[in-house]
Nanobody, 126 residues
Framework: QVHLVESGGGLVQAGGSLRLSCVAS????????MGWFRQAPGKEREFVAA????????WYADSVKGQFTISRDNAQNTVALQMNSLKPEDTAAYYC???????????????????WGQGTQVTVSS
């Protein structure tokens, strides 16, 4: 199995920045496309960003383009989400996820990701 653990969440003022990290262990991490999702209270979990196995291609939800950046370091078994210019509407629990595949496909679909972390809370105050 693959175990994913997120960290880096917290309380930040609007306009500030946070960097989330996801550390993978277990089965070889480098073969899996990765994604970040978020879920606000009472809302459905939604796609935020995704990155291919090698890190060469990324995708973003329209709501975070130009604001968030996803990256991965396969040597360190980590995936990061750099969040800048944070807004109150970015408040949510953020989840790291991995597909059980060699090639990224349907990157925004929750049901295409087999492994999930426990989530880390991000709260943006005004």
């Amino acid at each position: 199995q693959v175990h994913l653990v997120e960290s880096g969440g917290g309380l930040v003022q609007a306009g500030g920045s946070l960097r989330l990290s996801c550390v993978a262990s277990g089965r070889t991490f480098t073969r899996y496309p990765m994604g970040w999702f978020r879920q606000a209270p009472g809302k459905e979990r939604e796609f935020v960003a995704a990155v291919t196995t090698g890190g060469g291609t990324t995708w973003y939800a329209d709501s975070v383009k130009g604001q968030f950046t996803i990256s991965r370091d396969n040597a360190q078994n980590t995936v990061a989400l750099q969040m800048n210019s944070l807004k109150p509407e970015d408040t949510a629990a953020y989840y790291c996820a991995a597909q059980d595949a060699s090639t990224m496909y349907n990157y925004a679909r929750l049901d295409k990701y087999r492994y999930w972390g426990q989530g880390t809370q991000v709260t943006v105050s005004s």
